[in-house]
């Protein structure tokens, strides 16, 4: 793959602010650490490439660092830190029992907001650390009364409210396991995930919010409570204010206010470091959605790492972060409550079009300290022209975006619109590890167009064509030695062959991640999108990510999506589809000023072989744009071999690439009457 090199050790566009950096928690960390850990080489606090490198290169010495620094509370210690360093297979912390449960709520002061709920149309209320505790205790009596135990799974059904969170951490405080989906889903494809955990209970909401439209999904939740036969009970949640109909079917249906309403004492039942907390599905964009299991431990460690170090998350701050509950984001989020922070709550469009800057004036309104969103809404605003700095953001030190490869042209947008001297931290990670692998923090600079830094104990690199490390050079994104958080299993796969084949079957032994990245001699990443969408023009690779960076800084241009497809005949065909501006036509003049985007901005050897105006571009559910599937569509393959249809935002699309694909190859090779049917002739 080509793609420009970068300078070596460019100015930053914003270096880290000395005495913010200085007073930061990962500074106060990395002090700690040298004095009780034994840190090497850190003779600096705020030197992050230091820390990092201790943190990779010293595992077992990390990891017991971040346990005994954020004082985990375990019922039984742990023997080792690391019995084995095997990927998949790593043993950490055998022998310590916890829970993820005790650990949210332990630092919460009683009086001070835990939670914050909001919504598109502006209201919200606050929950305390006292009432999270009690509604948390009285939920978990209620599912312990249901028949819900230890290894037990309950399933939510809900949007982005307290009620998604209370659940699950009365689940977690029972040793029990969760999984929640957002209502936007179907009932089938719901049942689809849950169906698969044989649920003992179902929590769900009558409705959500979204672009200025309340959606009633009561007749939803009963038929998904239906296509679960093992379901003990379904507690229903009055979120909207609908009155709930009388249920044809024979399971327990019980109020929330009844299942909330209580000062129960809050069980919490201690278990293994690797006992199963939660399982996140992938998008399932083949077959039925994969279920991802994590455990207690390893998400309470990663999590304080990456909220308290690289967030700088503690009491008093704010954390607002757009997401749906079947994002991995809304996990993360739910863990800001481990730092005793408060966790802010949103259930609705983050630019619903009567209030499309709503999220900005709530964020003034709460003194949120850190406002995490995605590219997609950063260059939204801009296009929509609109002005978050007309609101009192000064409480706001960082701003993180996750979802995809943050354009460069984001950032000088956020120092100009939204604040001078906001840390505009980029993130890359997955739903696979529940977290990042690379990110920011007060002590690393930023680059416009990059990640700052790989993250603290995270061992991860760049392997070229042969599998080896290069540095300032395009590879596969790789990590090389395990991270606490990494999969437990997946769901329903007993000798662990799915696992090892989504990760490790290119490199045994480390896990290959499925993308492109850069790792810069300055420190940064950089992304340029799905290695298996790579752009492969005569031997000439170039990430996809790099093409739709520069066509989307058209004003011209909402959304882009460019697909490099193999053709039978040899050939090979590189479309670009665009989403045009409100108002904009995609004519010949637009064509030329992409054409000359591309060329100039990204490769001469990549211009686009055709432009192609879509209505829109499709995404999986979380937001990615769905590179590969689309150009399977392209190609010939039947829809149902490539997209489950609960993967997708807009399930039309599907049939819309398809029959474009179809057209594409009529119109290269059209049969004639005379001509025998492929097959028939001998």
Not at 17 to 34: E, L, Q, V, Y
Not at 116 to 144: C, F, K, M
Not at 615 to 635: C, D, F, M
Request: glycine share 10%; net charge negative; proline share 9%.
């Amino acid at each position: 793959m080509t793609t420009p090199r970068p300078t070596p050790h460019p100015e930053p566009f914003l270096p880290p602010d000395p005495k913010t950096a200085a007073g930061s928690r990962i500074a106060d960390f990395a002090r700690w650490a040298s004095r009780h850990q034994g840190a090497e080489g850190i003779q600096d606090p705020t030197d992050y490439q230091a820390l990092h490198h201790w943190s990779v290169t010293d595992l077992k010495g990390f990891w017991a660092a971040v346990w005994e620094y954020f004082d985990i509370e375990a019922s039984t210690p742990y023997e080792r830190v690391l019995a084995e360093e095997t990927m998949p297979g790593a043993n950490w912390f055998p022998g310590a029992t916890l829970n993820y449960a005790h650990h949210a709520l332990r630092n919460l002061h009683p009086d001070a907001p835990a939670i914050t709920a909001l919504d598109e149309t502006g209201a919200g209320y606050e929950i305390t650390g006292r009432q999270l505790r009690a509604q948390v205790a009285s939920v978990a009596a209620t599912l312990r009364d249901l028949g819900v135990g230890r290894g037990d799974r309950v399933v939510g059904y809900l949007p982005n409210t307290p009620h998604a969170v209370i659940a699950f951490l009365a689940t977690a405080g029972l040793g029990a396991v969760w999984s929640v989906c957002g209502q936007d889903y179907a009932p089938k494809a719901a049942a689809d995930r849950f169906a698969q955990l044989e649920p003992t209970v179902l929590v769900t909401a009558d409705g959500y919010l979204f672009n200025d439209t309340r959606h009633d999904r009561r007749a939803a939740s009963l038929d998904l409570a239906g296509a679960l036969p093992t379901l003990k009970a379904t507690v229903l949640v009055d979120h909207l204010g609908l009155t709930w109909p009388e249920t044809g079917h024979t399971t327990l249906t019980v109020p929330w206010e009844d299942a909330a309403t209580g000062t129960e004492h809050l069980p919490i039942t201690p278990v293994p470091f690797d006992h199963p907390l939660w399982i996140v599905f992938s998008s399932g964009t083949t077959g039925l959605p994969k279920g991802i299991v994590h455990g207690h431990g390893g998400v309470l460690l990663e999590h304080l790492k990456i909220l308290a170090l690289h967030c700088d998350l503690g009491v008093g701050d704010r954390l607002l972060w757009y997401t749906t509950t079947h994002w991995m984001m809304w996990n993360l989020v739910v863990s800001t409550l481990l730092t005793g922070a408060t966790t802010c709550t949103y259930d609705g469009s983050p630019a619903p079009v009567a209030r499309p800057g709503i999220l900005w004036e709530l964020a003034a309104r709460h003194k949120v300290t850190v406002f995490g969103t995605s590219p997609q809404y950063l260059l939204a605003m801009a296009k929509l022209g609109i002005e978050p700095s007309e609101h009192d953001l000064s409480a706001v030190r960082a701003i993180g975006s996750t979802g995809s490869a943050l354009p460069a042209s984001a950032y000088p947008w956020v120092r100009d619109h939204v604040g001078a001297g906001i840390q505009l931290a980029s993130t890359s990670g997955g739903t696979d590890v529940v977290s990042a692998f690379a990110g920011s923090s007060p002590t690393t600079p930023v680059w416009a167009g990059e990640v700052s830094a790989p993250n603290l104990g995270v061992a991860l690199a760049a392997y070229d064509g042969a599998g080896r490390p290069v540095v300032d050079q395009v590879g596969e994104l790789v990590i090389t030695r395990p991270m606490p958080s990494m999969p437990l299993y997946f769901w329903n796969d007993p000798d662990g062959s799915r696992y090892r084949d989504a990760y490790f079957a290119a490199y045994p032994g480390v896990w290959r991640h499925g993308d492109w990245i850069t790792l810069t001699s300055h420190g940064s990443v950089i992304v340029h999108g799905r290695s298996d969408a790579t752009l492969n023009r005569n031997g000439v690779r170039l990430g996809s990510a790099d093409i739709h960076d520069v066509v989307e800084r058209l004003p011209e241009i909402t959304e882009a999506l460019v697909i490099g497809a193999e053709e039978p005949d040899g050939g090979y065909w590189m479309p670009l589809f665009v989403v045009p501006a409100p108002g904009v036509t995609l004519d010949d003049a637009l064509r030329e000023k992409i054409r000359d985007a591309v060329r100039t901005g990204a490769s001469p050897r990549h211009v686009p072989d055709e432009i192609l105006a879509v209505p829109a571009i499709p995404h999986t559910r979380t937001g990615k744009k769905l590179e590969v599937p689309v150009k399977r569509l392209l190609q010939g393959a039947p829809a149902e071999q490539v997209l489950h249809p609960s993967a997708v935002d807009d399930p039309d699309l599907v049939a819309y690439f398809a029959d474009l694909g179809a057209e594409r190859r009529q119109a290269r090779h059209p049969r004639t009457v005379s001509e025998p049917a492929p097959g028939l002739s001998d």
